[in-house]
């Protein structure tokens, strides 16, 4: 990536490239930008992402497919920018019809209150093997709005300033691996200059 842009830029500008190494690169950047901005939820709270997995499938010529990705095949495309929950957490998309499903699972994240009355937190766990719990995202994304009165507003808001933030890549969580391929998808970005 060779100058820092927003997020809704980044996404909708998002051109694949069809090999493992490459989309590695290609959400690392990504990642990199999504670690600069935040979710602001009914005027109230903001969520900063911290820890994200991403998830591709090629649904035009199958060269990278993704078995385990809950949006594919049958199922309509979400415009870019989508929140999906679903079983596993909460995935914003960039999908592009009759081309491919990509998503970014938002596994950890911290959560501040705006106008400071509540506790800030991250939705940490002790497990090791996942030490965020994904799911926490449906409550404090989701479900603090009445469907009276003026019901639920999510907005991202990138940061004024790009600041390039250390990254960790990893293995992804709970996904076996992937017949015919070498290796795990190191997909998994945490920003460790968020993690305390």
């Keep these: ?3 820092p842009q927003k997020l809704k830029e980044v996404l909708e500008q998002f051109t694949p490239v069809y090999t493992i190494d490459g989309l590695t690169r290609q959400f690392e950047d990504i990642a990199q930008v999504v670690f600069n901005g935040h979710f602001v939820v009914n005027g109230e709270y903001e969520i900063y992402p911290i820890d994200i997995e991403f998830y591709f499938h090629d649904e035009e ?3 990278i497919v993704e078995p385990q990705m809950y949006h594919k095949g049958d199922l309509p495309y979400f415009p870019v920018g989508s929140i999906y929950p679903h079983s596993s957490g909460v ?5 592009r019809e009759g081309k491919y499903r990509a998503s970014f699972l938002m596994r950890g994240y911290t959560y ?9 937190y991250t939705n940490k766990t002790n497990n090791k093997k996942s ?3 994904s799911q926490y995202l449906w409550e404090d994304l989701l479900g603090s709005a009445s469907v009276f009165g003026k019901g639920l507003n999510i907005v991202w808001v990138d940061n004024a300033e790009f600041k390039k933030v250390n990254i960790a890549s990893s293995a992804r969580v709970n996904i076996n691996k992937i017949s015919g391929e070498n290796g795990d998808r190191m997909w998994h970005f945490t920003n460790l200059d968020m993690i305390k």
């Design 1 to 3: 990536m060779k100058t």
């Design 61 to 63: 010529n199958g060269i």
């Design 91 to 95: 995935d914003m998309t960039f999908e």
């Design 112 to 120: 501040k209150s705006v106008s400071g009355e509540k506790e800030e």
């Design 131 to 133: 030490p965020f719990r």
